[in-house]
């Protein structure tokens, strides 16, 4: 835990030296300058900025960086970066948060103070569908879409949070998913104190919340590696990945670098099976990857959040190696720097793709943000729970950001909504970006800068149908409404 406490956390590269002890992990802390990390961190998850977050680590200016094998901390000293020599063991985490603080259960308003374990983490949102079946529903996303469970046979969920939560209603779909990396402890309390405060404030009458949960379909899910949170637990409290079988004997497969788009760019995750940021066999290899893009696609998902730890920064589309074109970059860009200043963080740029919020993007358009909150995997509970309020405004501020184009695609004649692509011939993008209306609504939001733009409408279920044509929107940053018509051929 040494090293997680003075804040700088970072895979660099495998594990493959020390792969066989589980037990034991190298892990060194590097002071290095910062042209030095950018060469080293190509595929890394997270780098630590020292004005931030490192304020006992290395000197100013410069950042430090843990290698997780020998082989790194070989480079790391080729390189010329200092290094004092730290072990970390390995233990499990139910163990590390008995030290830090009891943990004390918890529906509605009742103080969590320790660490949540999985179970209870569960019932949480069990309790939450029961008490409050208006607003709330449990949904087995497995199930749901017939998607395989994950190796040690766990279904993933989310907790959906609306008015009228059993219908499916013409609103917003909203996602924010924690814990795609399982040691990142801080994301699934995140994710549950989120959901009751949501539903709570709903119950309540308190006008901020109940009007985001009115007026959006939101959901929320604690962990979107629950093999891997469980193992976290019960054996390894410093475990990343899945826990699916690597050919080579090893376990795990890195998440957020398993999804199709962008997976086998030159700052995707790494082909070496026991790196913390082995991408899998092939793109959406993974059950818990082929669950999350069902349920994004199905629900045409408009705005998804993705909670990790650590860093104190709010992440924006695409990492280095990929282009987001112009202005939709720097528009990301921006609105990052409106979230991430409710919560205090700074914005960065993603590190990698093969990740979860770009195959968002790439998939629907969904205004789509990553979230390295605290300054440690396993902070002591209490600095925890004080980060997880320093978050919350910042979950908020997304859920309730007025897209700034939505509406619908109707017929002309009878208003009947139209399933239909939707692409922006104005705006250059190099990978084929798919955007559609929901079928059954028609409805769709666009996540563009204030500003007039070219949108480019042609019907999908009924090709031949409907004449395509061109509308010019005004995005707005109250939002804009708008309804275009297409006319039968
Ligand atoms: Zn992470």
């Known amino acids: 835990m040494k090293l997680l406490m003075i804040g700088a956390a970072l895979a660099v590269g495998s594990l493959e030296s020390v792969a066989a002890s589980k037990l034991m992990n190298f892990a060194t802390s590097f002071t290095c300058t910062q042209e030095r990390v950018k060469e080293l961190c190509v595929g890394c998850d997270t780098i630590e900025y020292p004005q931030e977050t490192i304020r006992s680590g290395p000197v100013e200016g410069d950042f430090c960086v843990i290698a997780t094998s020998a082989e790194d901390e070989k480079a790391l000293n080729n390189m010329g970066c200092s290094s004092p020599l730290y072990e970390e063991v390995s233990q499990p985490f139910a163990e590390v948060s008995n030290s830090m603080n009891g943990v004390v259960k918890g529906k509605l308003g009742q103080g969590q103070l320790g660490y949540t374990p999985p179970a209870e983490l569960h019932a949480i949102f069990e309790g939450l569908a029961a008490d409050f079946p208006d607003v709330a529903q449990l949904i087995d996303v497995t199930e749901t879409y017939k998607t395989p469970a994950t190796v040690e046979g766990n279904h993933l969920y989310v907790l959906k949070i ?124 993974e059950a818990e990857t082929q669950t999350a893009m069902a349920f994004i696609k199905d629900r045409n998902i408009n705005k998804y959040l993705d909670f990790h730890s650590s860093g104190r920064d709010v992440r924006y589309l695409y990492a280095a190696c990929a282009t987001m074109p112009e202005p939709l970059f720097s528009y990301y860009q921006d609105v990052a720097g409106i979230i991430s200043s409710e919560m205090d963080y700074v914005v960065r740029d993603s590190c990698c793709t093969g990740g979860a919020i770009a195959n968002a993007y790439f998939d629907t358009g969904a205004m789509s943000y990553l979230s390295e909150t605290g300054t440690s995997f396993q902070p002591p509970a209490a600095a925890m729970r004080e980060e997880v309020e320093r978050v919350l405004p910042g979950a908020y501020k997304f859920i309730d950001f007025a897209m700034p184009v939505s509406g619908k695609v109707v017929d002309a004649d009878t208003g009947a909504p139209i399933f239909a692509d939707i692409t922006l011939p104005g705006i250059h993008f190099l990978y084929g970006e798919e955007k559609t209306t929901f079928p059954s609504t028609g409805s769709f939001s666009l996540f563009l800068p204030p500003g007039d733009f070219t949108v480019s409408i042609v019907a999908r279920d009924t090709p031949g149908t409907y004449e395509p044509r061109n509308f010019t929107v005004a995005a707005s940053e109250d939002g804009t409404t708008v309804e275009l018509a297409l006319s039968r051929a």
């Open 162 to 285: 609306s008015d009228n939560v059993a219908e499916d209603e013409d609103e917003p779909n909203v996602l924010v998913i924690s814990n795609h990396h399982a040691r990142e402890m801080i994301t699934p309390e995140i994710a549950v104190t989120l959901a009751q405060r949501l539903v709570q404030g709903f119950v309540e009458g308190d006008e901020y919340l109940s009007n985001m949960v009115s007026n959006n379909q939101i959901y929320v899910a604690y962990t979107w590696n629950p093999d891997g949170l469980n193992h976290v637990w019960n054996a390894d409290n410093n475990w990343r990945k899945n826990r699916s079988f690597n050919s080579n004997g090893s376990r795990g497969v890195d998440l957020n670098r398993n999804y199709p788009f962008g997976w086998d760019f030159t700052c995707s995750g790494s082909t070496t099976q026991t790196s913390q940021t082995y991408k899998g066999t092939s793109p959406g290899s």
